[in-house]
């Protein structure tokens, strides 16, 4: 455990899997469709642990303490890596399936508020609020509301005026949406969080996995439901059980149901499949202690083929989903693969033993364009941190290229549904940021097709830790982080995308949000599990970015900012 006001708690398994093994012999082939997709219906019921309601969240700030020890969120857990460790060695190869579009037009929409977030420097520090104690990384998470804007990263998160950018609370520790509850909700502070609006309710929704003490449980998740549309009021509070380690938990919310994936490692054992659930939003809205949480865990029939899924999350307003579609599996086969995975959970709160989960084990694979995950070689050794920094010393950054990144923003249009996704790849000369738009024709459709794919260009430069989504007249707004080698070209906010109108496949040249002021050092290579772009329900027009940056080079010195853009045609 690392002192002197930087902890850092990390597992001998956790570490041992920082560095990997090279495989060959695992060859970038789909899975094989079956005559139908396979379904699981193995379906758990759970009522709330514990439930309440809370005071305001100026009370429960008032209330809320730090853990015992430092404490922060783990390195995001790799399910395929003892597979692939267990396969040998093999060079990684670079491609790019899509044509570099560096020639495009400059990116249209524009840049138009900008502000600090929450950081480990001076400025709304979360170490000021948590004992002085730093973490990395950010896992930098927004949400924009009616009138606010909610900023949660890691341990820490405020409330900002959404038309001003002025700080209206904050920073306040994670598990202040806990104070007064009891359990491991209020006494620990885990990360893994995330923080959402509900567009077609104008609700808040806070949520991070508690794993008990010394990460072995028991665990569970804690859900925080705003009673009104202000983030500072008093919210509905569950706790409910889950079957395993829950790791890298994703949200898509739907008007009545709220989803939620994550990657199963059982007591802390390895990879035991995904946990696909659901959650009686109806329920939760109206603060009843009978809400229902409904889940299935996905062993691929004990491939474990399926992980790291993304449940789509409605930025449409009052277009009902009766059935969720989820994406992800993208690291089964080496150097990459030409499919992208689609499940379908249907959930009956009614009766739970009718829900079920479709395109287990691989069985409904989307055909894309052949792609190359973001690995690079250390040695004889395969790993995620790839990324270098322009200072001499500076660590490599880690890509999280063995997954889909958070959203997966589900769009409906006059009956055609939209599906926006985007992760890091490997290009010829470095790695770019691959996104796509999958379609569904007609309301209650769940069978995706491609409709068109891009990437950022292929000129050296290393873009990753994206997020995307596309606001109402069909602009797509795609931001990440850019770093190289490059004297002075630090890891930086920037963002590209496609304006409505544009050739299918082209990605607009980018634009800078934020120019960072100096690399990481000595913070476990690590950058962040996640962005998030989101889209305002108000006007569906104006997106919200948030990312993170280093103003000057340093460890755990990270701070975040988050930015609206806008594309002029949308009104």
Known sequence: MRKNSKILWFSVAIVSALVLTVPSGLKAAPQQTPTEPQVLTNAVANQPIHFDVSPSLSELASKARSPQT?????????????????????GISRVSGVRPTSSDPLISATVGLGFEGVGNTSYLSCPNVDAGVAYVPPDTNAAVGDTQVVEWVNVCYAVFDKFSGALIKGPILGNAFWAGFGGGCEADNDGDIIIQWDKNNHRWLASQNDFGPNFTGPYQTCIAVSQTANATGSYFRYAFPQPGFPDYPKWGLTPSVYYQTQNNFGADDGFQGVTVCGYDADLMLKGSSKATQVCIVDNSNGTLFDDSMLPADDDSVNAPNPSEVLLGAIDNFLPGDTHVYEFVFRVNFNNPKNSSLTGVDGSMPISVPAFNLALCTSGPFLTTDCVPQPSPGSELLDTLGDRLMYRLAHFNEHGTQHFLVTHSVNNTTAVAQRWYEFRAQGLGTTRLSLYQTGETPDDGEYRWMG?????????????????SAAAGDYPSIYYSGQTAGDTPGTTETEALIKQGGGSQFNSFNRWGDYTSMALDGVDSCTFWYANEYYPVDGSFAWATWLASLKFPNCR
């Open 467 to 483: 997020s995307v989504a596309m606001d109402r007249t069909g602009d797509i707004a795609l931001g990440y982080s850019r770093s």
């Open 70 to 90: 430092g404490r922060s969120t783990h390195r995001p857990r790799q399910p395929k890596m003892e597979k692939f460790n267990a396969a040998g060695q093999q």
